[in-house]
């Protein structure tokens, strides 16, 4: 529940204060919370690819991008997240949540999410996201375009082409025709 009063504060905090472009850095501040935390008593891992996602809400309302979206019908969607973890964050930790889109191609937007505290960088993420109308993904450029931005796309930083290697081998292992896990196997006499 806490991520729906996080999102709202967030939205309202965007939406009321000042605009930015695509391409500004956008920086939150938060705290971790008693229901943030798994087992061990620091934030559960899932939890931070969650508070990332406030990070591009933020992003994309005081860019324009929300608005223009919400007016298209287009709404957005991640294609994908890599995350490395360096050190856990124990309860009441503030940190700060720092998110800037690094580039795009002709279908995605990249973005870099970095978890900052007084003790250092805890997390880093590169997400993928994109615009999508119900039928189709709308092009980087289109959304470019929309908000009026005459931008060239900044060249893919190597942790992200590194990424985007490791995505596909994964896409072509998943499309792999595989033999079912519950078929019968003969034995070696049989």
Known sequence: MNLLFRFLIVAAAAFFGHRSSLLCTSRLRFCVLLNDLDLNLHMNNGRYLSVCDLGKIDVMIRSGTASIAIRRKWRPLIGGS??????GMGPFRRFELVTRVLCWDDKWFY????IET???TAAMAFSKALLHDGYRSVSPEEV???????LTAPPIPDAIGEWLLLDGML????TEKRVPVSSPRQSPSG
């Open 82 to 87: 890599v995350i490395r973890h360096r050190f």
């Open 111 to 114: 973005f870099q999410h970095r």
């Open 118 to 120: 007084e003790g250092g």
């Open 144 to 150: 470019l375009a929309a908000l009026k931005l005459r």
């Open 171 to 174: 896409s072509a292992d998943a």
